[in-house]
């Protein structure tokens, strides 16, 4: 099955520093990769999302990559801000096949004022 | 629109009970998905119902079934409580399979 690793588990930055977290996965298959902020107590919200078919997206302050020769993806935020603290898990599935996602373990974002 | 929600947000039970988790998803979306979320595991797939058939199931024993209605709302049922089913129970709704999905807040279960 699909095996995702997700680095750092934490990151500390100061506000307005860039921020990058990390994931990596196994099944050359997945093609969707999805981004959830869950900020501590609240439900997960998707942040980005990615398809295989494109390399890169972005949003505001935030865009994610993609490497399918690497099966690697990232997420980047750039001017981070206080409210930008909370845990960010990565994802990957296969849309056209089985579609179970796999989850990373989450990283633990605190930004200091 | 409304947003996904669950029903009960909190309940304590006992080893050996039963308890039954309701997901009442986005209007129009027919996908509900299920996670249990652990400090320990992580986020873990439970299972997807889209049209009242259990599409997809993770890797979870039997005791762990669900069940979804004609109006796209499901629910999840775990029998003979374990501590170790004490988790942060999640649903998620996607208008089709393989969409993106919405969760909703969750249901804190605590097994004592």
Redesign the interface.
Known sequence: GENVEQHPSTLSVQEGDSAVIKCTYSDSASNYFPWYKQELGKRPQLIIDIRSNVGEKKDQRIAVTLNKTAKHFSLHITETQPEDSAVYFCAASDSGGSYIPTFGRGTSLIVHP | KAG?TQTPRYLIKTRGQQVTLSCSPISGHRSV?WYQQTPGQ????LF?YFSETQ??K?NFPGRFSGRQFSNSRSEMNVSTLELGDSALY?CASSIY??D???????TRLTVL
């Open positions: 996904v998905s992580g986020l873990q797939f997807e599409r997809n993770g999640l399979l393989a993106t999905q919405y969760f909703g807040p969750g």
